[in-house]
Nanobody, 122 residues
Framework: QVQLVESGGGLVQAGGSLRLSCAAS????????MSWYRQAPGKERELVAA????????NYTDSVKGRFTISRDNAKNTVYLQMNSLKAEDTAVYYC???????????????WGKGTLVTVSS
């Protein structure tokens, strides 16, 4: 059974830091690109950061560039999102997503975690 379990969310003061983790199981983690999305109340879900299957390339939405860092540890089947210099606008539920690359027989298939809430107070 495929599982993506996010952790590390919570309440933090503006300017502070938080590290999110997403533990994956039930699929070949190293064949999947990973990403973090977020959704604030009344807003569309948006891509925050993405990382290739081997961790060689990353991409970020403009609003978090220079503040957030996505990384992965394929030996631990875990992807991380280090969030620094947090702003009130970063408040949202953060979701972990796995996307099968061409390395996988399930190319194009995706999985989602249930999310973890990040609240930034100002």
């Amino acid at each position: 059974q495929v599982q993506l379990v996010e952790s590390g969310g919570g309440l933090v003061q503006a300017g502070g830091s938080l590290r999110l983790s997403c533990a994956a199981s039930g699929f070949t983690f190293s064949s999947y690109a990973m990403s973090w999305y977020r959704q604030a109340p009344g807003k569309e879900r948006e891509l925050v950061a993405a990382i290739t299957s081997a961790g060689g390339r990353t991409n970020y939405t403009d609003s978090v560039k220079g503040r957030f860092t996505i990384s992965r540890d394929n030996a631990k089947n875990t992807v991380y999102l280090q969030m620094n210099s947090l702003k009130a606008e970063d408040t949202a539920v953060y979701y972990c997503k796995a996307l099968a690359t061409m390395l996988s027989r399930y190319y194009g298939m995706d999985y989602w975690g249930k999310g973890t809430l990040v609240t930034v107070s100002s």
